[in-house]
């Protein structure tokens, strides 16, 4: 039997030697939105949550730039969606603005770096850090 599934692939190959394989781009689903964070949740248990709503925005942007509002600073650049569900910001330049003792600001510098992968998951956006590092939660805006 393995000498007759042998020769059929050797027929099928000169059939197929030469053949381009066209993948179509698949679309960045992060493309044009922007959510708002609900909560940081650290793998110690540790679970963070902004003290108002919309302090803390991301915006996608179609260009690849993200901007992110993160408390009373605004910081902004580039980002690479990669399919199925890879994410990584570039450099992020930043205002530095101190913004009081209880702002999840410092987090957002430090963490965003360490952003890999993302999931949609009920509706809401869900990065992931690397090495479970941790997960950063957010509800869509309109």
Same mark, same amino acid.
């Given at each position: 039997? %393995?000498? +007759? &599934?042998?020769?059929?692939?050797?027929?099928?190959? $000169?059939?197929?030697?030469?053949?381009?394989?066209?993948?179509?781009?698949?679309p960045?689903?992060? %493309?044009?939105?922007?959510?708002?964070?609900?909560?940081?949740q650290?793998?110690?248990?540790?679970?963070?949550?902004?003290?108002?709503?919309g302090?803390? &925005?991301? /915006?996608f942007? =179609?260009?690849?730039?993200? =901007?992110?509002?993160?408390?009373?600073?605004?910081?902004?650049?580039?980002?690479?969606?990669? =399919?199925?569900?890879?994410?990584?910001?570039?450099?992020? /330049?930043?205002?530095?603005? +101190?913004c009081?003792?209880? =702002?999840?600001?410092? /987090? +957002?510098?430090?963490?965003? $770096?360490?952003?890999?992968? +993302?999931?949609i998951?009920?509706?809401?956006?869900?990065?992931?850090?690397?090495?479970?590092g941790?997960?950063?939660?957010?509800?869509?805006? $309109?």
């Amino acid at each position: 039997m %393995r000498g +007759f &599934i042998f020769s059929m692939m050797m027929l099928l190959l $000169p059939a197929c030697a030469g053949t381009t394989i066209t993948t179509l781009p698949v679309p960045d689903p992060l %493309r044009d939105t922007q959510w708002q964070l609900l909560d940081i949740q650290y793998l110690d248990d540790t679970v963070l949550k902004p003290d108002a709503a919309g302090k803390y &925005i991301l /915006r996608f942007t =179609s260009d690849g730039s993200v =901007s992110i509002k993160a408390d009373c600073n605004m910081l902004g650049g580039s980002y690479t969606y990669t =399919s199925p569900s890879g994410l990584e910001f570039g450099p992020l /330049r930043s205002t530095m603005a +101190f913004c009081g003792e209880k =702002s999840l600001y410092n /987090r +957002f510098t430090k963490d965003m $770096p360490f952003v890999r992968s +993302f999931v949609i998951k009920d509706g809401n956006l869900h990065l992931a850090l690397m090495a479970d590092g941790g997960i950063y939660q957010f509800s869509p805006l $309109p």
